[in-house]
């Protein structure tokens, strides 16, 4: 069954510091991948997708992620974080073909510390 | 085009009590979706309609869910004879064509079961 894990369940960082959350994912062929985040009270937003080509695929707000194959990871990067980044982030991966069903991972809490 | 919206934003119901929650998608968009959000989870899929047709239900849509599209615009999702266990963040997403993986979300409502 496909599945999605984000080991980390909070990550603090600096404003201005990089970061680099961990999305790992099981699923047999060229899986669909998501990041999205959700700020409290808000929505959830897509950031990036990658559903083939380039592994590496540019988002909104500067962030990028990384499809690695060969370690089943899709790690979400931004070089400089801003205070306005902290939220929740989510990593997903397309269930199946045309159906449309998103499977998330339990998400990674970012806080930006002054 | 103001996004999806979802009504009420807050809920609070006593155990038993049944529920209905509204769900309004970006106008156009044929596919739209329902998940599930407890705290501290990422989103779990519910169910998701093309146009009027309800086309998957997980396993976690009890006999007391049930969701509607009558018209393929709105949907509504009911919860009869509520439970404790049903207190969550039910939130709404829609796409348009076959990009059905660019789903847009709602703000979502949440629901408290006292």
């Known amino acids: 069954a496909q599945s999605v894990t984000q080991p980390d369940i909070h990550i603090t960082v600096s404003e201005g510091a990089s970061l680099e959350l961990r999305c790992n994912y099981s699923?047999?062929?060229?899986?669909?991948l998501f990041w999205y985040v959700q700020s409290p009270g808000q929505g959830l937003q897509l950031l990036l997708k990658y559903f083939s080509g380039d592994t590496l695929v540019q988002g909104i707000k500067g962030f990028e992620a990384e499809f690695k194959r060969s370690q089943s990871s899709f790690n979400l990067r931004k070089p400089s974080v801003h205070w306005s980044d902290a939220a929740e982030y989510f990593c997903a991966v397309g269930a199946q073909p045309r159906g449309g069903k998103l499977i998330f991972g339990q998400g990674t809490e970012l806080s930006v510390k002054p | 085009d103001t996004g999806v919206s979802q009504d009420p934003r807050h809920k609070i119901t006593k155990r038993g009590q049944n529920v209905t929650f509204r769900c309004d998608p970006i106008?156009?968009?044929?596919?739209l979706y329902w998940y599930r959000q407890t705290l501290g989870q990422g989103p779990e899929f519910l169910t998701y309609?093309?146009?009027?047709?309800?086309?998957?239900k997980s396993r976690l849509l009890s006999d007391r869910f049930s969701a509607e599209r009558p018209k393929g615009s709105f949907s509504t999702l009911e919860i009869q004879r509520t439970e404790q266990g049903d207190s969550a963040m039910y939130l709404c997403?829609?796409?348009?064509?076959?990009?059905?993986?660019?789903?847009?979300f709602g703000p979502g409502t949440r629901l408290t079961v006292t």
């Open positions: 997403a829609s796409s348009f064509g076959d990009r059905v993986y660019e789903q847009y």
């Open positions: 106008s156009e968009h044929n596919r």
């Open positions: 309609f093309q146009n009027e047709a309800q086309l998957e």
């Open positions: 699923y047999g062929a060229t899986p669909y």
